[in-house]
């Protein structure tokens, strides 16, 4: 924890505003991010809580605001460079692992991807690293050369997320990563990313509806509502005495959290 | 020579071949990078040369002296109908030796002779894109183009080494152009593309359907990508040629019967009889 006490912050946001027509899908919302810190952001659905993933990793834009990472503004630096910093420092995982695979491309090749993208060259290398990898994820390395369709739903999840973290990035974006698959995948998969979350020291932003998976991973927790941020803090303190009447709500709708 | 006074010279209209030879002068530009021009109707079906016999008629000048391959082989109907429709259409001399030709325009090979500064390769193209078969959406892969974010590419070829050991990319094997863009080099076979590399001769890619010219100019690197493990190898079959004797050429197979009987023969067939000729001269 020693690391999230630094004083810069990886990530900044500062009052990110977006319309979509008569809808404030982002209403004046600040957040920081520091390194090795996992922040959730949780709400209802079309609270803003995707746009705002969005928008910070560059992906979108807000009608006013900032976003800077390391003092760089990302709304305003080039494609190529976001682009670079998305296949190098940062990572996406998507809820549906479709949207973050390549499908018709074996485990080993989906991994491999970031590598030769950032300049790998030798095969055999490659091959190690994505070895190493699916280890990681808890997948046996033999089905290296499957192509991920024959995977089940959490085993592509857990895919997707050695592929992103393959080139060790500092940042890790996840829009609902524990969607759709089981409560006992769920489970296992929480259990794996809290793991890598603290080997590798990530800042993880991770967006999601289940109470439960941010009290499990997050440090700090930002409730959203109509595109405001009504409340925020550590994780404990916002769940076991929440100030804000949604949040309230929120919490006491969540059958034992 | 005349040409039929019903057409334009060359066929195409002036201003239509102004348009593509805008198209070349900016593809010679900028080595690799594919530029759309407005393709014509031609009176051949796409697929059969559109593209090369648009940028062939483009360049084409009365002085030309022009030979048209498919496969390498100058007596196949592509080859023979390309050249009587520019014999009839621009009057110009056509011929089945490469070097005495000062316009090649071919199908699916380079050459085995060594190409001169004086001479023009015009290749013709089915997909340019190189990126297509991974990339489905255009305007994506423009966007990889513009941003040599060519990752991709070796996920291709590591798929192949992952399931058959090795690159089995034979033909239309991806390179890199100028050390900036990854250009198809249309379907030739991958034994022809250390060719490409600081080739002496200017060569042009015309896709007809896919409305897109892009060009090598002389001595430009072309690299074929590989892996620093499995190092590119150009592919040819393990024979001599049946009928000149060569073991260094591009060879095809040809069934004589039908009880399994085959030989190997060069694919190039200029290149073949020369050999043969100089085999009958010397005996």
């Given at each position: 924890m020693n690391e999230r006490s630094s004083k810069t912050p990886l990530l900044t946001a500062r009052d990110l505003t977006l319309r979509f027509g008569r809808i404030?899908?982002?209403?004046g919302v600040d957040l920081d991010i520091h390194p090795g810190e996992v922040v959730a952001i949780v709400g209802e659905?079309?609270?803003?809580k995707t746009t705002l993933l969005r928008v910070l990793s560059g992906l979108m834009r807000p009608d006013a605001g900032e976003v800077s990472y390391l003092g760089q503004d990302v709304l305003g630096m080039s494609e190529a460079a976001r682009r670079r910093l998305m296949r190098t420092e940062w990572g996406f995982v998507h809820q549906n692992p479709r949207d973050g695979l390549r499908m018709a491309v074996s485990a080993g090749g989906n991994i491999g991807e970031r590598l030769m993208a950032t300049g790998a060259r030798h095969y055999g290398n490659i091959r190690e690293q994505a070895s190493h990898w699916l280890t990681r994820v808890e997948i046996?390395?033999?089905?290296?050369?499957?192509?991920?369709?024959?995977?089940s739903g959490g085993m592509q999840q857990r895919l997707q997320i050695a592929r992103t973290l393959v080139t060790l990035p500092k940042l890790v974006f996840m829009d609902e990563?524990?969607?759709?698959?089981?409560v006992s995948v769920q489970a296992r998969l929480l259990d794996l990313i809290r793991a890598l979350v603290a080997d590798l020291g990530l800042a993880v932003l991770i967006v999601t509806h289940d109470i439960a998976a941010a009290r499990l991973l997050a440090h700090r927790m930002l409730v959203m509502r109509h595109g405001v941020v009504v409340e925020s803090g550590l994780t404990d303190r916002v769940l076991d005495d929440p100030q804000h009447p949604y949040t309230q709500l929120l919490v006491s709708s969540v059958l034992a959290a | 020579m005349t040409h039929d006074p019903g057409y334009n010279f060359a066929y195409l209209d002036e201003s239509t071949k102004r348009m593509i030879r805008r198209a070349i002068l900016k593809a010679v530009a900028i080595p690799g990078h594919q530029v759309p021009f407005g393709s014509r109707e031609m009176p051949l079906p796409y697929g059969w040369g559109t593209g090369g016999i648009q940028v062939t008629a483009a360049v084409l000048g009365p002085a030309d002296v022009l030979k048209v391959i498919d496969q390498g082989s100058d007596d196949t109907t592509n080859a023979v109908s390309i050249r009587a429709f520019f014999r009839r259409t621009a009057g110009i001399a056509t011929t089945e030796s490469t070097e005495a030709a000062t316009i090649i325009q071919t199908r699916h090979r380079i050459p085995e002779r060594k190409l001169r500064e004086d001479q023009i390769l015009v290749y013709q193209v089915p997909i340019p894109e190189p990126l297509g078969r991974l990339e489905p959406r255009i305007a994506e892969t423009r966007r990889m183009h513009a941003m040599a974010d060519y990752g991709l590419m070796h996920v291709k070829l590591y798929e192949d080494i992952a399931r058959h050991g090795h690159i089995a990319t034979s033909y239309s094997y991806p390179v890199m152009v100028n050390g900036r863009y990854l250009m198809s080099p249309s379907p030739i076979p991958a034994f022809d593309n250390p060719k490409m590399d600081q080739m002496p001769a200017l060569q042009l890619f015309g896709a007809g359907r896919e409305k897109r010219i892009y060009a090598v100019p002389p001595y430009t690197s072309v690299k074929s990508l590989d892996f620093d493990d499995h190092p590119f190898r150009p592919i040819r079959a393990p024979h001599v040629c049946e009928l000149c004797g060569s073991g260094d050429t591009y060879l095809d197979e040809v069934l004589?019967?039908?009880?399994?009987g085959r030989i190997f023969v060069c694919s190039d067939t200029d290149f073949c009889s020369e050999r043969q000729a100089m085999k009958e001269a010397a005996e």
């Open positions: 404030a899908a982002l209403d659905s079309g609270s803003g046996d390395p033999a089905r290296m050369d499957e192509v991920p369709a024959k995977f990563p524990t969607g759709g698959l089981d | 004589t019967d039908d009880v399994g």
